[in-house]
DNA sequence: CTGAAAGCGCTAACAC
DNA sequence: GTGTTAGCGCTTTCAG
């Protein structure tokens, strides 16, 4: 069997106690049987069993995070950032996807609270509300990515959605669009948020909106955008460009365009939202908007650290502001087609 | 606090061993008491600490997946499928990315030892070789997947690689290429593999090979396979089609075949191996070999939890077949070309 | 059918 | 500086 506290204990003549304040660093020791204990430790493989402490009130140091589909690559990305963070402190992360079901939430959060994880990151989308307000009522540590509820106490991350949906907007302005189009997803506050940056924008450039040109949906797939700007595209008065409110759902954009032999970015301009790498391999490359998700998984994980060491947890919102980043997809407005539509 | 085992059995006028009993639904309780202990339960919303029971030898219902970037969408479809199998048995997964550093997997490793998980899948990369097979001494349950270790006596799950690469250049072959390009992984079995399976096709058709057509990269990003077809393409012989080893390695040919003014599929074939969702996006969309991630995902899950469940582990390795999937990058040799090079 | 007692491996008072 | 004692919350013999 693995040794325990008590074998290295009885090989150096000392007692748990002993061992287990040499561990721990605690209290005082003198160098002799420190030295000596540590040599034992070593001899026998010791490992100390983190259940055992943890039993003992002390941490698990285990947390987990939430996301709806891990295979999703921005999620992915916040998974890598914060467990690489996490690693740097000793936590161990243990990822959930949820499939965006209430029922998978809860089944989730209750097994992970019985297996006594130190804190919980939840990312994008949680819809069991009571589960999530119980969480907290529980003091259970916590931090929300891009997942917004301004009534409830809770720390989170987010990137600033309103503000880069308007630098997107504007982006194409001052490229010489008027006319243009946004492909939004439904239901999230993320989502709403991008729309609302691209009303600001035009409302700003002085141009009237036009409920035409704003479309929703819940199908994130390229299959479902494409549906969705082919609609956007075929209307009379077509747009000069498209918003997609993340990359996904612009590439959709950029596929409809192509399918109706509407050359990009001479007659249509598209722009993203999150900058993935598909930015980068699709044709024309796509411009996009940036939020540092590197920096996002970080916070969120330093954040929960916070709250998991010090009781007096001080909790804060952290907005990580946007860049855009120019790509081959969007360019100025052609004259020839801004005076033939 | 929470409540514990003794609140609910003093509330019931039992004792711990009976409640103990009802959850674990062991021995003979009478209906009665049963109930009643039923009740209590949902009225206290006791939650049976996993740590205490893990401590009694069970399990901790807690598995690891090392990976070597969790970002990188193949890996990330690994721990999607692995964590929805798992979850149906109630396996929580904690995610590592090793980075392919040999250090930093042991560290994973020692860490998740202490944590008493109940069992490891590795996929794709592990160099530290002792750590390993320490793992394998100890007993400790543990599945491989597209890591192949022949001389080890471990469980695993993969593509079959050698049978991927055949097909893929066969297909190419079908469509009357004789100069056939490869740009290879290196260092890894999986690569080796896909192009022993090359070289067995040109064989089989009587082709003789050319080292000058085999290339490898450390690299595997898109930059790096760029230059190396950069390099693959501008020899004065060049091939009429090429084989990227993974669908990252073959963009990276087609975007230095643009780069070039080389018009695909007409002057250049490129198939790629994995069939992930960048093929679709990429134009023209990109020919591929698909191994079906999601079944791997779930037999490393299904064969780990065998291990863990029964002593008498039944060690297996499985190998699942590759499929062509034909897309757009690949396309008959065109006489022109065959004859002017 | 039910319970008393022992102990998993560790830590935290509190002595000495 | 070091050891004794008493649990953390649970499960498991073994009696009744």
């Keep these: ?3 325990t506290i ?62 709806p589909d891990a295979a999703n690559p921005i999620y992915a990305q916040y998974l890598k950032y914060i ?42 989308v949680f819809k069991n509300e009571p ?24 720390g989170s991350v987010a990137g600033d959605d309103y503000l880069g949906g ?32 691209y009303e600001k924008a035009l409302i700003n450039a002085g141009i009237e909106l036009d409920k035409n040109l704003i479309r929703t949906t819940t199908d994130l797939t390229i299959e479902g955008a494409q549906l969705c700007a082919r609609e956007l595209l075929a209307s009379g008065q077509r747009p000069t460009a498209i918003f997609g409110c993340n990359d996904t759902l612009a590439i959709g954009a950029m596929l409809a365009a192509k399918e109706l032999g509407i050359k990009l970015p001479d007659e249509l301009s598209v722009i993203g939202f999150d900058n993935t790498v598909m930015c980068k391999i699709v044709e ?15 916070q969120a994980m330093g954040l929960l650290i916070q709250q998991i060491e010090q009781k007096d947890n001080m909790k804060q919102r952290i907005a990580l502001l946007p860049e855009l980043v120019v790509r081959q997809s969007t360019a100025r407005l052609n004259d020839s087609i801004k005076y033939s539509t």
Excluded at 42 to 60: C, E, F, I, R, W
Excluded at 87 to 110: L, N, R, W, Y
Excluded at 284 to 293: N, R
């Design 1 to 3: 069997m693995k040794p």
């Design 6 to 67: 008590y074998d290295i204990a009885r090989e150096a003549g000392v007692s748990a106690t002993t061992v287990s304040k040499v561990i721990n660093n605690k209290g005082r020791i003198s160098e002799k049987t420190r030295k000596k204990i540590m040599e034992i430790i070593d001899k026998l493989h010791y490992q100390p069993n983190v259940l055992a402490s943890a039993m003992k009130g002390k941490s698990t140091y285990t947390i987990a995070l939430l996301i």
């Design 83 to 124: 467990e690489e963070y996490g690693q740097e402190f000793g936590f161990s992360v243990v990822m959930c996807s949820t499939g965006s079901d209430p029922e998978k939430e809860a089944k989730h959060i209750t097994l992970l609270k019985q297996k006594r994880v130190d804190g919980f990151i939840i990312a994008s």
């Design 131 to 154: 589960v999530l307000r119980q969480l907290i009522e529980e003091e259970i540590p916590l931090v929300l990515i891009s997942l917004h509820r301004s009534e409830l106490p809770v």
């Design 166 to 197: 308007y630098i997107a907007t504007e982006h194409l302005l001052s490229l010489g669009h008027c006319r243009i189009g946004i492909i939004a997803q439904e239901e999230t506050v993320s989502g709403t948020e991008r729309v609302r940056g």
């Design 284 to 298: 024309p490359q796509l411009s996009s908007i940036a939020i540092p998700i590197h920096e996002m998984g970080r």
